[in-house]
């Protein structure tokens, strides 16, 4: 995969391409009922899943995620995915 530069205004892409990415690896490719508040965890992911999102995520944007931040809070939905990594994002830049 091929890390990213996001700019703001590409924070949109971070949410669709992991929309892409999570229909293709766990829906078969159905993202008709992948909304941006969908809960994933349980429903669409589990454990095993949690992982391979988290390995796509710091592959494709281009960041760190710590043991720590792997929770509910960052990625249960897509609308959190697409928080999480913009921040993580602005945080390697600031460093």
Same mark, same amino acid.
């Given at each position: 995969?091929?890390?990213?530069? =996001?700019?703001?205004?590409? %924070?949109?892409? =971070?949410?669709?391409?992991?929309? #892409?990415?999570? #229909?293709?690896?766990?829906?078969?490719?159905?993202?008709? !009922?992948?909304? #941006?508040?969908?809960?994933?965890?349980?429903?669409?992911?589990?454990?095993?899943?949690?992982?391979?999102?988290?390995?796509?995520?710091?592959?494709?944007?281009? =960041?760190?995620?710590?043991?720590? !931040?792997?929770?509910?809070?960052?990625?249960?939905?897509?609308?959190? =995915? #697409? %928080?999480?990594?913009?921040?993580?994002?602005? !945080?390697?830049?600031?460093?």
């Amino acid at each position: 995969m091929q890390t990213m530069n =996001i700019s703001t205004s590409q %924070a949109p892409d =971070i949410e669709n391409d992991t929309r #892409a990415f999570l #229909a293709d690896t766990f829906l078969y490719g159905r993202n008709e !009922e992948l909304h #941006a508040d969908t809960p994933l965890l349980d429903t669409v992911i589990d454990s095993h899943g949690v992982v391979e999102l988290v390995v796509f995520l710091q592959d494709r944007f281009g =960041i760190m995620v710590k043991d720590e !931040e792997v929770t509910t809070d960052n990625l249960n939905s897509l609308n959190r =995915i #697409a %928080a999480f990594v913009h921040k993580k994002i602005n !945080e390697k830049r600031e460093n």
